[in-house]
């Protein structure tokens, strides 16, 4: 089929609440993507920091294919060793509570508001203005973006937004608050880290008055910013986060994560989910994690990124270069959908956020010479 006619039946049968490249992707492999044509890109998108263990990863393929003949799915009524195995390698490398496991991030998300909502009941939860949590009704009413928000009125009540800042905080929690819910750099919204000032604020101000810091790191995880979790370069603890993306190496998965606090606040019966850790996404997850937690390849990511920082400064057309790890922003001074537009017509896949921001998620496991050839054309194009 030609990219025309995919084009044809999107528009005749496919709600359209995605606007799409006019590309037709047909193959990954690492930091490289195929279109129907051809021709060969960088990818440094990833799929929304979804690969970063690159696209196909051997010892992911390996470990689908593995388990895809062996079993894929029998429900949550009973044990599969991939799964606990990942739970474990989840709590032991974080907060060291436990896991509940979903299938994407908003899910993620959902189960982490219903957590401390019964861990406080009938309590409030803080939300950052320009976070983003996901899409579902629990979710979207943490996401307070106007745009994404207003047409889906009314929302879940009890979500108290505020500015990022110390006063701002200190002025809603109180007793009634249950937990304070950000991102460690926010995403979606230009690539913007918290202030350790923040951040350490917020830890105290839970601490008072018996609420939850809660880190979403649906986005920031799985090794993205050179530490196996975000949380782990800031001053702060949460006590409990949100996981998803990158975590099943290329394939949906969703997790909650406590610390020991809050990690038997679910009971049988509080919540669950059909697909929830399946065989088949664990084992892809477990591949994906023997590469993501290697502290050789975080150390790598930590300094491949101080690399990307330091050579796009040196481009004046280019300001705020920003970000931690292989999370990486700046802005350009057209709209940033025309930048994305032109590199894709160099083959760079990369995407726009926030309102001047184009933002760079490569693979983790980008090679050196892919790196300079990805600033090489983002050079040529500004
Ligand atoms: C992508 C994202 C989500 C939503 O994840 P989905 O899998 O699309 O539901 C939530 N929070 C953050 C920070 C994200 O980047």
């Not at 979403?216 to 986060?241: F, H, I, K, N």
């Not at 050579?311 to 705020?320: E, V, Y």
Request: charged share 20%; glycine share 10%; aromatic share 6%.
């Amino acid at each position: 089929m030609s990219l025309t006619e995919l084009q044809a039946l999107e528009a005749e049968h496919v709600i359209p609440s995605y606007a799409r490249y006019p590309v037709e992707m047909v193959r990954g492999e690492g930091t490289r993507l195929w279109d129907a044509d051809g021709n060969e890109y960088l990818d440094f998108l990833s799929g929304i920091s979804v690969l970063n263990v690159g696209h196909c990863h051997p010892a992911v393929v390996a470990a689908v294919r593995e388990q895809v003949g062996r079993l894929t799915h029998v429900t949550n009524l009973f044990y599969t060793e991939p799964a606990m195995r990942l739970a474990q390698r989840l709590a032991t490398s974080s907060l060291g509570g436990k896991v509940f496991f979903c299938n994407s991030g908003t899910e993620a998300n959902e189960a982490l508001l219903k957590l401390v909502r019964k861990a406080k009941p009938r309590g409030e939860i803080v939300v950052l203005h320009g976070g983003f949590h996901g899409r579902t009704y629990g979710s979207l009413s943490a996401t307070t973006q106007e745009s994404k928000q207003v047409p889906f009125a009314p929302l879940v009540p009890g979500f108290v937004p505020i500015q990022p800042t110390v006063a701002a905080l200190e002025g809603v929690v109180s007793e009634r608050t249950a937990a304070v819910l950000v991102e460690p750099i926010q995403g979606e919204t230009g690539v913007h880290a918290l202030s350790d000032e923040f951040l350490l604020a917020a830890r105290a101000a839970c601490d008072r008055v018996g609420a939850a810091l809660v880190f979403d790191e649906v986005q920031t995880g799985m090794g993205r910013t050179g530490t196996l979790w975000a949380y782990e370069q800031t001053p702060v603890v949460p006590d409990a986060l949100t996981s998803a993306k990158a975590l099943g190496g290329g394939l949906p998965i969703g997790a909650l994560v406590t610390g020991p606090r809050l990690a038997d606040v679910f009971q049988p019966g509080d919540h669950g989910s059909t697909f929830a850790g399946g065989p088949l996404v664990a084992a892809a997850a477990n591949a994906a994690f023997d590469v993501l937690e290697d502290p050789q390849l975080l150390a790598r990511v930590r300094e491949l990124g101080e690399r990307l920082r330091e050579r796009l400064r040196a481009l004046p057309q280019l300001s705020n270069v920003r970000g931690r790890g292989l999370m990486v922003g700046f802005d350009v001074p057209e709209a940033p959908a025309v930048a994305r537009r032109a590199l894709l017509e160099q083959r760079l896949v990369v995407n726009a956020t926030g309102p001047g921001t184009v933002r760079l998620l490569p693979p983790l496991t980008v090679g050196d010479a892919e790196l300079d050839d990805a600033i090489g054309r983002i050079a040529a194009v500004v």
